[in-house]
């Protein structure tokens, strides 16, 4: 176990004036964070000079898909939570589409098993909502559960909605307990007649070009499905989280604030807000993900709707394929990408430190209750990354950590590096915990 560490001369990148101070972590906890310079008679088993860094929250992605169990010739647990680490992650929370889908308790704590022996980062894991929840639901510790995932209109890994009735009772039950319900949405209808609509001016499904994806999963399904689901969510008073919004349409349904004050929030990924990615030509195989992206402009606007907090979050979606998966056109080539390692160093070249801050740990962990994580205070785990501007260098698959051997940032440029990233101060992973107490302060989350 690591006994202490202290780490100075870094900009403590969680404050908006980002101060130039120090962090002293003992045993997994940060016993103490000041401003200036170190006071007299401070000392620790390790000390590690910033050089100027910015420090970071270790960050939380709330929206990974690791293929384990079951798909594990795409990723494991233990090697893409050490892909998180590279890119600063310390905390994720994973998806139920494995094989089999998390829709059990059995299922789920499955999964905690598979971490606790695996993980090299912080773990937590959603229920999926299909037919059967309401008996499975009750089975789960309400602190080990985060949210629970929904897939409202196009089904992914064999979880269609549950029955009216079901769905119902279950909305009524995670409001009763404040447990989020986590929304992906798209239209099922609208998407099958676009798809109709392509396979007859191209002749084959087969034929319909790649390019064609963005026109397939349309704007419209996206704004149609999550209108549908903010509409339920009110009914039964529910804590509704719409994940990878792509659209600028989908921002009316959404007010600006404290994300521990809403109701209704939302998340963005890097890809949406990426200027690069989101221009057509610009689109590969590589960029080939579920909602599809869409327009610069779109892009934009989801940048402010981050920088006004209409936009709560930001999850990377990571969810690696092998190169062959990947082969076809529109309807054939596999929708997923492995985003988590490059992630942070893309959005620094968009937004400050402390935004990235806000969206990738205060806020998710105000969200879903994450216990003592995300902030860079005392009484905190001390989770952390050290991040350092750096010279401009080139991205390549050599780089990639994950076991697909890809990445759609292949070529790209960046301008800051990852230095290092303490996971409960050196102590090894742990499965987060969670509270419906809403305790975090409007001042906490602004500041």
């Known amino acids: ?63 990974v898909h690791f293929r384990e169990p079951g798909l594990t010739h795409k990723a494991t647990i233990g090697g893409e939570s050490e892909a998180a680490l590279a890119g600063g992650v310390a905390s994720y929370i994973d998806m139920p589409n494995t094989v089999p889908p998390t829709t059990t308790a059995l299922a789920f704590y499955d999964k905690l098993m598979i971490a606790s022996e695996t993980s090299q980062a912080n773990y937590g894991f959603m229920l999926g909502a299909a037919a059967g929840v309401m008996e499975e639901l009750p089975k789960i510790e309400p602190e080990l559960l985060p949210a629970v995932k929904l897939f409202m209109g196009a089904t992914t890994g064999g979880m269609a ?193 402390c935004l990235v801050a806000r969206k990738m740990s205060v806020a998710p962990a105000a969200l879903f209750g994450i216990e003592r994580r995300g902030r860079i205070e005392a009484g905190y785990y001390a989770d952390l990354v050290l991040v350092e501007p750096s010279e401009p260098y080139t991205v390549s698959d050599s780089d990639v950590i994950s076991a697909c051997g890809w990445t759609p940032y292949a070529g790209r440029t960046f301008r800051h590096r990852v230095v290092r990233t303490w996971v409960n101060g050196g102590n090894g992973a742990m499965a987060m915990r969670y509270s419906r107490s809403n305790t975090v302060s409007t001042a906490m989350l602004t500041r």
């Open 1 to 63: 176990m690591a006994e202490s560490v202290l780490i100075h001369n870094v900009l403590l990148a969680d404050r908006p004036s980002m101060p130039r101070g120090w962090v002293l972590v003992e045993g997994d906890t940060i016993s103490a964070v000041g401003e200036g310079d170190v006071p007299a008679g401070t000392g620790a088993a390790e000390v590690v000079d910033g050089r100027g860094a910015f420090l970071m929250p270790g960050l939380i992605d709330t929206h």
């Open 161 to 353: 909605m549950p029955p009216r009735d079901e769905l119902h009772a279950m909305m009524k039950y995670c409001a009763e307990r404040r447990i989020p319900v986590v929304v992906h949405a798209e239209d099922n209808d609208i998407i099958a007649a676009n798809v109709a609509d392509a396979v007859k001016r191209y002749g084959s499904a087969d034929a319909v070009p790649l390019a064609e994806h963005s026109a397939l999963r349309s704007r419209e399904a996206c704004i149609a499905c999550a209108r549908r689901a903010v509409e339920l969510a009110r009914r039964f008073g529910t804590r509704l989280h719409i994940a990878h919004l792509s659209t600028a349409d989908e921002l009316s349904l959404f007010a600006p604030g404290a994300v521990g004050s809403k109701q209704i929030t939302a998340e963005t990924t890097p890809l949406y807000v990426d200027g690069y990615i989101s221009r057509a030509e610009n689109r590969t195989w590589r960029h080939k993900v579920n909602p599809a992206v869409k327009t610069y402009d779109d892009a934009l606007a989801l940048r402010r709707a981050l920088e006004e907090d209409l936009v709560d979050t930001i999850g990377t979606d990571h969810a690696p394929h092998l190169p062959a998966d990947k082969e076809g056109g529109a309807l054939k080539a596999a929708s997923g990408a492995p985003w988590i390692q490059f992630a942070l160093i893309a959005l620094l070249d968009i937004f400050s430190p």
